[in-house]
């Protein structure tokens, strides 16, 4: 994705009021999202040792922030890159019950991102991971999780608009679920992300099913690690998958907007053929994997969502960068004040 330039931008907040609307939002919604899905708050960590299969690896080619431990022997640890799993082992560990679980502020640093309207080297998000039962593992669920996400936006941005009116509502209802195949078929022709713009523009909020397995195209609709979202089990749709994304429409910029990433997490039986099909057998001997063979981690849903990019989304801002600190190149912040879009 390019820098966006909106034409005629005007921002709904000086600086100042926008640092206090960002602690609200995320005061208010982290909220709703606990007592939607009974979730309890706990403390993670911001890095993690190399080796142990803990880090997500995301699409597999990005790579960790790395650094020796002088008091470890220098042994390596990386940044997490986000907490999939870590998680899921949290959930054993805590003897959590089924339809209870925990978040937490993953903070991570994504070296290798490019940077634009939407995407930081500094990451900040709400992950969360929730316990269910072997009979849980099906789109319905599923569905209904993300409903209850979604309506925890609702209120949100509801919340916003009581204390800034100027900021009216954008959000439909209810969210529209569609599966990256039907998509593919739909907009014939597009590119993922210009189909993801398509359908978000056409009904305001979509949920698009299965993003890691390969499409009739031969080619997945995203990237997807093949150790902790279920995106090859057949589900009752008549496609594959059992995860997905929160995409938005963002009037702001024209286009779609990722806000989470989530799904039902992988049994042993889909590990094993998710890792045969990314050919990367060798991380069944990883700590985290040899765990989830041996039937020694609960079955669970869980995802990521993104705190500086809700703050943007419910506060209509063109950059992600003026709702969070982080580093940009020079060209992309003197272009952005030339339209009025001050980052932080």
Not at 43 to 60: K, Q, R, Y
Not at 72 to 82: F, G, I, L, R
Request: aromatic letters at 8%.
């Amino acid at each position: 994705m390019a820098l966006i330039i909106p034409k005629s931008y005007k921002r709904k907040l000086l600086p100042e009021t926008t640092e206090v609307a960002i602690k609200m939002i995320k005061e208010e919604f982290q909220k709703r999202l606990s007592e939607a899905l009974n979730l309890r708050r706990v403390t993670a960590p911001l890095f993690v040792m190399s080796g142990t299969g803990l880090n997500d690896d995301l699409n597999g080619v990005e790579r960790a922030v790395s650094f020796p431990v002088k008091a470890m022997d220098d042994k390596k640890a990386e940044v997490v890159h986000s907490l999939a799993k870590w998680k899921r082992v949290k959930l054993g560990a805590y003897d959590i019950a089924p339809g209870f679980g925990l978040y937490t502020d993953m903070n991570a640093i994504r070296a290798d991102e490019d940077l634009d309207n939407l995407h930081s080297m500094y990451v900040d998000q709400w992950d969360w991971e929730r316990t269910i039962n072997e009979s849980d593992r099906n789109l319905e669920y599923l569905k209904d999780t993300v409903r209850k996400i979604y309506k925890a936006v609702r209120e949100t941005e509801l919340t916003v608009y009581r204390h800034f009116p100027h900021i009216t509502p954008r959000l439909p209802e209810d969210i529209t679920f569609i599966h990256s195949e039907e998509l593919l078929h739909k907009y014939p022709g597009m590119s993922a992300t210009e189909r993801e713009s398509a359908a978000a523009r056409e009904h305001g909020a979509i949920f698009i099913i299965g993003i890691g397995a390969p499409l009739s195209s031969g080619e997945p609709h995203d990237g997807r690690a093949p150790d902790y979202d279920d995106w090859i089990s057949p589900n009752s749709d008549g496609f594959t998958g059992l995860n997905g994304d929160i995409v938005l429409y963002d009037k702001v910029l024209d286009r779609s907007f990722e806000l989470s990433s989530m799904g039902i997490r992988v049994s042993p039986e889909s590990l094993k053929k998710q890792l045969e099909l990314r050919g990367c057998t060798e991380r069944k001997n990883l700590n985290f994997h040899k765990a989830l063979l041996a039937g020694e981690l609960p079955y669970s849903i869980g995802g990521g969502i993104g705190q500086s990019r809700l703050c943007m989304f419910l506060l209509q801002k063109a950059h992600i960068g003026e709702v969070q600190a982080s580093i940009w190149p020079e060209d992309q912040i003197e272009r952005c004040k030339a339209a009025g879009i001050e980052l932080l």
